[in-house]
């Protein structure tokens, strides 16, 4: 199978390169500079087991789709982020080229209106996600996971932490910065309120390993998908934190100036703000977080509170968004078939996938039923 990982020297592009690498399949390393790919191949695959090849390909190019077909991909990876304020150019060159398609996205509007492809992606027999990462394949991989427990799952609140020693590239932060003081929408008590990003700053219980520590407001498909998805939800919130208080409550107040429109984006002080993060890049750990909480009632109309926990150590938390994409790529190179269309990446992966792929790193799952800690069924 020849898999093409577009934006595939770049930081998550790079992370899910290497693994993608011990498989038995053709990995092509694409992205604008050839002399980049084959960098990265010389520095990281050397030993790799897939036969290895790099290209240079501009994810913009108006002829994207006939190129990809000289290539013959049988499934394009898009990796290249920020995914806030993309089009679909590159998925819909993808499908046009008869080929499948996975993204990294983590932008709420462009995963939650990915089915706008469906219809071409049917027309061409080809599969296509949006998502394929943390939010919302992961989080709806363990909503998936717990839910026939409920009789009715009424409040999901959760949270991602970053360790200040994780590794965490451009895209990432501008992407963050880009909603910072923002609104958006998310449910709360049936009805759809207005937030603000990374406001409603307050302190979250994550793993022991972690602690207590400060979250706030982030805009995610989540929000836009889930609702429809699990109908009987009444309240929603995601939250994101940075493991150092001062840089978390030290954002919150640079938020303030984009609600008070005093700026437009903060992510147009992406470089500044990384370079500040930087200075203090010893600080803290290498240690990341996620939480997630499923609350409402069981099968017998009991309150039910369900905790799920992940501590990923060591710098592996950035692995975690490119486990999805690695498991439907494995499914495909298996030979397994998906039925053709286009949709954002929910309940495509299962939590016991999830689980297995983790073997070889140092990322933990823990889960509390009732505040009473149990093994993941």
């Not at 789709?65 to 499934?75: I, N, P, S, T």
Request: glycine share 8%.
């Amino acid at each position: 199978m020849h898999i093409i990982t577009l934006g595939g020297y770049g930081h998550f592009g790079g992370l899910l390169s290497c693994q993608l690498a011990n498989e038995s399949i053709h990995l092509t390393i694409a992205g604008r500079s050839k002399q980049k790919a084959e960098q990265f191949i010389q520095q990281n695959l050397t030993e790799a087991t897939a036969t290895i090849s790099a290209v240079a390909i501009d994810a913009q190019d108006l002829n994207l789709a006939e190129h990809l077909r000289k290539l013959q991909a049988d499934l394009v990876i898009y990796t290249i982020g920020p995914f806030q304020g993309q089009d679909y150019h590159v998925a819909r060159s993808c499908i046009l080229a008869g080929c499948h398609y996975l993204d990294l996205a983590d932008a709420r509007d462009y995963v939650a209106n990915f089915a706008e492809l469906d219809h071409l992606a049917k027309a061409h027999g080809v599969t296509a996600l949006g998502g394929a990462s943390t939010l919302p394949a992961l989080s709806s991989a363990v909503i998936a996971h717990f839910l026939p427990h409920f009789q009715q799952l009424t409040h999901l609140d959760y949270a991602i932490n970053l360790g200040n020693q994780t590794t965490r590239g451009e895209a990432t932060v501008s992407a963050i910065l880009s909603y910072c003081g923002k609104p958006f929408t998310t449910l709360i008590q049936n009805h759809m309120h207005k937030v603000y990003g990374w406001q409603n700053t307050h302190r979250m219980d994550f793993n022991p390993a972690l602690g207590r520590c400060w979250v706030s407001n982030c805009d995610v498909p989540d929000l836009a998908l889930f609702p429809t998805k699990y109908p009987t939800l009444q309240t929603q919130r995601f939250y994101a934190g940075l493991e150092l208080g001062f840089l978390h409550l030290g954002l919150w107040g640079l938020t303030w100036l984009v609600r008070w429109r005093l700026i437009s984006n903060l992510a147009a002080w992406c470089k500044p703000i990384i370079w500040l993060g930087e200075r203090f890049r010893y600080f803290g750990s290498a240690n990341s977080g996620m939480v997630i909480h499923l609350s409402g009632k069981d099968q017998q109309g009991e309150a039910l509170n369900i905790e799920w926990q992940l501590l990923a150590q060591d710098n592996h938390g950035p692995l975690i968004p490119t486990i999805p994409a690695l498991i439907l790529a494995r499914r495909l190179a298996r030979g397994e078939t998906f039925s053709s269309g286009a949709a954002p990446c929910i309940e495509r992966i299962s939590l016991h996938e999830f689980t297995q792929a983790l073997a070889h790193l140092h990322i933990q799952q823990s889960v509390r039923y009732n505040g009473k800690a149990v093994d993941i069924d």
